[in-house]
């Protein structure tokens, strides 16, 4: 089955580590997407990629680090810089950027710091 | 921003239709209006989406006013599983992002 892969479902990290979310899609998509969503809240964009070896800020990317080597993975990395970092994270992937299809989920990264 | 409004939250009763309201008002000629919905704990779910003309799919039925200014999604017969939050959204014009501006959405219950 085609879909977007992100792993692992729950990861606790101690203050002051950086630690890396996985996302893997097979859906042959161009784009991918990194969001955070925190309680009660909508999705906020942090990084989104167009195309391999490009990756681009969203709103909220300060603290956070991604890479786009392979078409399929586009990985997160929260580093010690980012003041809040516990959240739920998505990874979603779409066709293109700048099409009108629909952004495809994953079932995110619970990310718990303390 | 977010540049659509809906209601916090809607009760229905399993089986009814489940008519769930999005007020986007400031939409622009050539943005598209999304559905999405999302299950505690899980990612958001594509729905259906449409520019103007009104628009089935397995899942549901998306409405869309003349005027564009306004639409509601429509699960024409809800169970106890289409409990989730529901979310309006309309593509952001303009730079290279295209991105997508998720708002707080509508927590549908639905009620056996």
């Known amino acids: 089955d085609g879909g977007i892969t992100q792993s692992p479902k729950y990861l606790f990290r101690k203050e002051g580590q950086n630690v890396t979310l996985s996302c893997e899609q097979n859906l042959n998509h161009d784009a991918m997407y990194w969001y955070r969503q925190d309680p009660g809240q909508g999705l906020r964009l942090i990084y989104y990629?167009?195309?391999?070896?490009?990756?681009q800020k969203g709103d909220i990317a300060e603290g956070y680090s991604v890479s786009r080597e392979k078409k399929e993975s586009f990985p997160l990395t929260v580093t010690s810089a980012q003041k809040n970092p516990t959240a739920f994270y998505l990874c979603a992937s779409k066709k293109g950027v700048s099409d009108n299809s629909p952004l495809h989920f994953g079932n995110g990264t619970r990310l718990t710091v303390t | 921003d977010a540049k659509t409004t809906q209601p916090p939250s809607m009760d229905c009763a399993e089986g009814r239709a489940a008519n769930l309201p999005c007020n986007h008002s400031t939409i622009s000629g050539n943005e598209y209006v999304y559905w999405y919905r999302q299950i505690h704990s899980q990612g958001p779910q594509y729905i259906i989406h449409?520019?103007?003309n009104n628009e089935t799919n397995e899942m549901a039925s998306l409405i869309i006013t003349e005027d564009r200014k306004s639409s509601t999604l429509i699960l024409p017969h809800a169970t106890l599983r289409d409990t989730a939050v529901y979310y309006c959204i309309v593509r952001e014009n303009g730079g290279a992002t295209n991105k997508l501006i998720f708002g707080t959405g509508t927590l549908l219950a639905v009620q056996p």
């Open positions: 449409g520019l103007k």
């Open positions: 990629s167009q195309i391999v070896n490009d990756f």
